[in-house]
C-alpha cells in the first residue's frame, strides 16, 4: 500500500499529466485551425476570398495532375496530400479517446517528413540544372533519412515500453503520453535530420538565386525581373523560417520539458500538406 506522500506525488502528477494533454489538445486545435485557413485563403488582386476548395490549388491540380501523364513530381503531390490528409484524420481521433501507443503518429510522421525533404531536393536540383554532382551527393542523404528515424523511433517506443510505459486512465485522460523515458537524446535527435536537410536545401537555394542576379546585375540587367528567382528565394525563407521555429522548439521540448509535452507541437507538420503542395504544382508549371 503506497504511503501519503507517494499517493500525493502520483496525485499530483495525475493532475499535471490532465493540465499537459490540455496543451497539447489546444497546440493540435490551433494547428489545424492555421491548416485550413491556410487551404481556404485564396489571395487574387490583393484581396483575401474565402474559397473551398481553394481556386489556386484546385484549378492547377485539375490542369498540372489530373489531365496529364503522371510524374514523379504529380505522384509526390498525391502522395503529400492525401496520405497526410488521412493521417490528420487518424491524429485527430487521437485527441478524443484513449491510445495505447504513439506508433501509428510517429510511423507516419515517417513517412511524410522524408517525402517532403525529397520535393525539397527536387526544387534544388532543379535550380541547379540537374546536375549529377549534386544527385549522387544529395539523393543517398534523403533515402537514408528515413532509416535513421526508424531506428531512432524503435528505440524511444522500446524504451517506453521497457521503463513504465504510456499512461492509461481510461476516458479520464485521452490520447497518448507516456510517463518517463530515458532516450531522451534519440528522441530530439529525430529532428536533427530533416532540420540538416532543410538548412542544406535552404543554403544551397539562397546561394544559387544570389549568384545568378549577381551574374544578371553585373552584366547590365538590372532592370530584368526574375520572378521565377524571386519565388524560388520567397519560398525558400519562409519554409526555412518555419522549420527552424518549429524544429529548434521541438528539440527543446524533447530534451528537457516534461515527457507528457513531448507531442505538443507534432501537429504542425501538418503545414507541410499546403506547402510542398504549392512547391510540387510550381514545379510542374
Not at 484546385?58 to 503522371?70: A, S, Y
Not at 490528420?88 to 495505447?100: D, G, L, N, P, W
Not at 513504465?164 to 534519440?186: I, Q, W
Amino acid at each position: 500500500m503506497a504511503s501519503p506522500p507517494e499517493e500525493a506525488a502520483a496525485l499530483s502528477m495525475f493532475f499535471q499529466v490532465i493540465a499537459d494533454e490540455r496543451i497539447t489538445n489546444y497546440m493540435a486545435a490551433a494547428a489545424l485551425t492555421v491548416l485550413v485557413r491556410l487551404l481556404l485563403d485564396h489571395r487574387q488582386g490583393g484581396n483575401t476570398l474565402p474559397s473551398w476548395p481553394p481556386q489556386h490549388l484546385t484549378t492547377d491540380q485539375v490542369e498540372l495532375i489530373w489531365k496529364r501523364p503522371k510524374q514523379m513530381a504529380a505522384n509526390l503531390f498525391l502522395l503529400n496530400r492525401y496520405f497526410t490528409i488521412l493521417a490528420i484524420s487518424a491524429h485527430v481521433t487521437f485527441m478524443f479517446r484513449e491510445v495505447k501507443s504513439d506508433n501509428l503518429e510517429l510511423s507516419s510522421s515517417i513517412v511524410i517528413t522524408p517525402v517532403v525533404d525529397f520535393v525539397l531536393f527536387l526544387r534544388v536540383w532543379a535550380l541547379y540544372s540537374k546536375s549529377k554532382t549534386l544527385l549522387y551527393c544529395l539523393l543517398p542523404v534523403i533515402f537514408v533519412e528515413p532509416i535513421i528515424m526508424i531506428v531512432l523511433c524503435c528505440k524511444v517506443v522500446s524504451s517506453i515500453k521497457i521503463e513504465n510505459g504510456f499512461l492509461h486512465a481510461g476516458d479520464v485522460v485521452k490520447g497518448c503520453y507516456p510517463l518517463n523515458y530515458s532516450e531522451r537524446t534519440s528522441y530530439s535527435a529525430m529532428v536533427y535530420t530533416p532540420l540538416a536537410i532543410s538548412t542544406v536545401m535552404f543554403f544551397l537555394t539562397m546561394y544559387k538565386c544570389g549568384s545568378q542576379r549577381y551574374e544578371r546585375r553585373s552584366g547590365g540587367a538590372t532592370r530584368v525581373r526574375t520572378p521565377i528567382l524571386s519565388l524560388f528565394i520567397r519560398d525558400g525563407v519562409y519554409w526555412f523560417i518555419a522549420v527552424l521555429a518549429l524544429f529548434i522548439t521541438q528539440i527543446v521540448i524533447a530534451a528537457v520539458a516534461r515527457v507528457t509535452l513531448g507531442e505538443m507541437l507534432i501537429k504542425y507538420d501538418t503545414l507541410s500538406l499546403l506547402a510542398i503542395d504549392e512547391e510540387t504544382l510550381t514545379m510542374l508549371q
